[in-house]
């Protein structure tokens, strides 16, 4: 019986559960460009482009070894724009016996992939995502019963199951967590390393100008698109981190700099999401690194943590929550986002710099993501499914599994601590130890209130007292309630009156 093979943008490895046991004399490999996926967020245009170039470099690929492959361009004129209806024709041209399509990394994708079947009147076979180290029923079989869940003790079971950086039933260095050796500020003698950047070719320039034609007033820039977008290229992207900044990125990795938005990070997340890398092949190349000496092991284990640790860890939580998940808001925050999360134009320069190195790039690095534009989203009260939403539109590798639960959970703590154990609030003096950014801004970080204050200070403290009754018995956050326990109602209101009219001055949302 012949078989429509669908490979979803996300999907682009040869390794793919749904290609298994392909006939090329018989099987066609469906790959669709819909307006659909491109707009359900105003992705990032530089996204829109990485993964339509990405996907069509694949798609020669499999015709090169003689795969059969339909490919239905973003530009056919009788493309419907979505992939539902794209189904729906395909089956009809191929008169397919039966669907074969990887479980998509998507709940709303999956939700409409389960309707095939009865739209089409052929049977649809869903086989697992074997590319991630752990399936969702063992992250399910893990959480069962636990009353909390932490990242760290799931971690530890994926480091012993795996036999990563392990030395027999201990951990390398005989330490899990190497964290707190990896808090560094950068030094202004550190200079960041020059980072592979691959130049367009025909196929990318082709879309980075569909991208512009028809998706012109999405936000960011395609001018400086430099991501991989073949295997062949994203290995090389691999060699190149392990090379130049591995060796200094755990010292590191929580520092920022205005000006250097990579700095030592792997720039790996957006080949690892759509499946030009594998994240087995990466985390091996990081430990062969160290077992060579030519990284050290606190670098090595903080970025093994975020891709056998972090990654695995939210897709668990992401698919073990979903659907409920996408509508927590556990501190009740109703703002608005607003406007300067989409134009830059902000006198705070921390986050002048990151949304516009944001614009340009459609990535910023982890710490950029949860302790600037999260850290602020979350004192000022915004709600969760907008600053969500926008982290979903802005990053070159954001996609719901990972997206979500790194925003809800670590950003906003909309989730109320099923992915971290306290809010991640923080005021101006935690930017200003770990960045330059506070140099030159319009605003004192070392004023606490008044007009040339800078507002994270206040906007720190009147988030608490907003939030205290939510928060108090948070033994994390039991020195800076015990500082609040010091100050009279009038301080506190003060406060609060003067954090309301920064964020009542911002300008209006935007549409």
Same mark, same amino acid.
């Given at each position: 019986?012949?078989?429509?093979?669908?490979?979803? +943008? *996300?999907?682009?490895?040869? /390794?793919?559960?749904?290609?298994?046991?392909?006939?090329?004399?018989?099987?066609?490999?469906?790959?669709?460009?819909?307006?659909? &996926?491109?707009?359900?967020?105003?992705?990032?245009?530089?996204?829109?482009?990485?993964?339509?170039?990405?996907?069509? %470099?694949?798609?020669?690929?499999?015709?090169?070894?003689?795969?059969?492959?339909?490919?239905?361009?973003?530009?056919?004129?009788?493309?419907?724009?979505?992939?539902?209806?794209?189904?729906?024709?395909?089956?009809?041209?191929?008169?397919?016996?039966?669907?074969?399509?990887?479980?998509?990394?998507?709940?709303?994708?999956?939700?409409?992939?389960?309707?095939?079947?009865? =739209?089409?009147?052929?049977?649809?076979?869903?086989?697992?995502?074997?590319?991630?180290?752990?399936?969702?029923?063992?992250?399910?079989?893990?959480?069962?019963?636990?009353?909390?869940?932490?990242?760290?003790?799931?971690?530890?079971?994926?480091?012993?199951?795996?036999?990563?950086?392990?030395?027999?039933?201990?951990?390398?260095?005989?330490?899990?967590?190497?964290?707190?050796?990896?808090?560094?500020?950068?030094?202004?003698?550190?200079?960041?390393?020059?980072? =592979?950047?691959?130049?367009?070719?025909?196929?990318?320039?082709?879309?980075?100008?569909?991208?512009?034609?028809?998706?012109?007033? %999405?936000?960011?820039?395609? &001018?400086?698109?430099?991501?991989?977008?073949?295997?062949?290229?994203?290995?090389?992207?691999? *060699?190149?981190?392990?090379?130049?900044?591995?060796?200094?990125?755990?010292?590191?990795?929580?520092? @920022?700099?205005?000006?250097?938005?990579? =700095?030592?990070?792997?720039?790996?997340?957006?080949?690892?999401?759509?499946?030009? #890398?594998?994240?087995?092949?990466?985390?091996?190349?990081?430990?062969?690194?160290?077992?060579?000496?030519?990284?050290?092991?606190?670098?090595?284990? /903080?970025?093994?943590?975020?891709?056998?640790?972090?990654?695995?860890?939210?897709?668990?939580?992401?698919?073990?929550? @979903? $659907?409920?998940?996408?509508?927590?808001?556990?501190?009740?925050?109703?703002?608005?986002?607003?406007?300067?999360?989409?134009?830059?134009?902000?006198?705070?320069?921390?986050?002048?710099?990151?949304?516009?190195?944001?614009?340009?790039?459609?990535?910023?690095? %982890?710490?950029?993501?949860?302790?600037?534009?999260?850290?602020?989203?979350?004192?000022?009260?915004?709600?969760?499914?907008?600053?969500?939403?926008?982290?979903?539109?802005?990053?070159?590798?954001?996609?719901?599994?990972?997206?979500?639960?790194?925003?809800?959970?670590?950003?906003?703590?909309?989730? +109320?601590?099923?992915?971290?154990?306290?809010?991640?609030?923080?005021?101006?003096?935690?930017?200003?130890?770990?960045?330059?950014?506070?140099? +030159?801004?319009?605003?004192?970080?070392?004023?606490?209130?008044?007009?040339?204050?800078?507002?994270?200070?206040?906007?720190?403290?009147?988030?608490?007292?907003?939030?205290? *009754?939510?928060?108090?018995?948070?033994?994390? #956050?039991?020195?800076?309630?015990?500082?609040?326990?010091?100050?009279?109602?009038?301080?506190?209101?003060?406060?609060?009156? &003067?954090? &309301?009219?920064? #964020?009542?001055?911002?300008?209006? $949302?935007?549409?």
């Amino acid at each position: 019986m012949n078989a429509l093979r669908i490979i979803l +943008g *996300d999907q682009l490895s040869r /390794g793919m559960s749904s290609l298994r046991g392909l006939d090329p004399a018989h099987d066609v490999v469906l790959m669709m460009e819909v307006r659909g &996926e491109n707009t359900y967020v105003a992705h990032h245009k530089q996204k829109i482009v990485l993964v339509l170039s990405a996907m069509r %470099h694949f798609a020669a690929e499999l015709r090169q070894s003689g795969v059969q492959v339909d490919y239905v361009a973003l530009d056919d004129p009788e493309n419907t724009g979505e992939l539902t209806a794209e189904v729906q024709r395909a089956v009809k041209r191929h008169a397919a016996g039966r669907l074969v399509v990887t479980e998509p990394g998507e709940w709303r994708v999956l939700e409409m992939v389960q309707t095939w079947s009865a =739209l089409t009147g052929t049977p649809v076979e869903i086989p697992p995502d074997e590319r991630f180290f752990a399936s969702r029923a063992r992250f399910a079989d893990w959480a069962r019963g636990r009353r909390t869940w932490r990242m760290e003790h799931f971690y530890r079971e994926m480091r012993r199951e795996h036999a990563i950086l392990m030395e027999g039933d201990r951990p390398a260095g005989g330490e899990w967590n190497f964290d707190a050796e990896n808090r560094k500020a950068l030094s202004a003698k550190v200079a960041p390393p020059p980072r =592979l950047r691959f130049a367009p070719d025909e196929t990318t320039r082709a879309v980075m100008a569909l991208a512009e034609a028809r998706f012109g007033d %999405h936000f960011g820039e395609t &001018e400086a698109f430099g991501w991989p977008v073949t295997r062949a290229e994203a290995l090389r992207a691999l *060699d190149d981190f392990i090379t130049h900044a591995l060796p200094r990125f755990g010292d590191y990795q929580d520092a @920022m700099k205005g000006g250097a938005p990579f =700095l030592f990070h792997s720039l790996l997340s957006p080949a690892l999401n759509i499946g030009l #890398l594998s994240p087995r092949e990466v985390c091996a190349a990081a430990e062969v690194a160290w077992r060579s000496g030519a990284a050290p092991l606190n670098a090595v284990e /903080g970025f093994v943590r975020q891709i056998l640790g972090w990654r695995e860890y939210i897709r668990g939580v992401y698919w073990t929550l @979903m $659907p409920e998940y996408a509508e927590r808001n556990a501190l009740g925050a109703t703002r608005a986002l607003p406007a300067f999360y989409w134009t830059g134009e902000t006198t705070m320069r921390c986050l002048s710099q990151v949304i516009g190195d944001t614009r340009k790039f459609a990535y910023s690095h %982890h710490i950029q993501r949860l302790m600037v534009t999260g850290n602020f989203a979350l004192l000022a009260g915004v709600a969760p499914r907008e600053i969500e939403r926008w982290y979903l539109a802005v990053y070159a590798d954001a996609f719901e599994w990972v997206e979500m639960p790194n925003t809800l959970g670590m950003a906003v703590f909309a989730d +109320g601590g099923h992915m971290a154990s306290k809010p991640y609030a923080a005021s101006g003096a935690y930017i200003d130890r770990m960045s330059d950014f506070c140099a +030159g801004c319009a605003y004192d970080v070392k004023q606490k209130t008044g007009p040339g204050a800078c507002p994270f200070n206040y906007l720190y403290w009147a988030f608490l007292i907003r939030q205290k *009754d939510k928060l108090a018995h948070n033994p994390r #956050l039991a020195m800076p309630y015990r500082i609040l326990a010091g100050w009279s109602k009038e301080r506190q209101g003060a406060i609060l009156a &003067e954090a &309301e009219a920064f #964020l009542e001055g911002l300008a209006e $949302p935007a549409p």
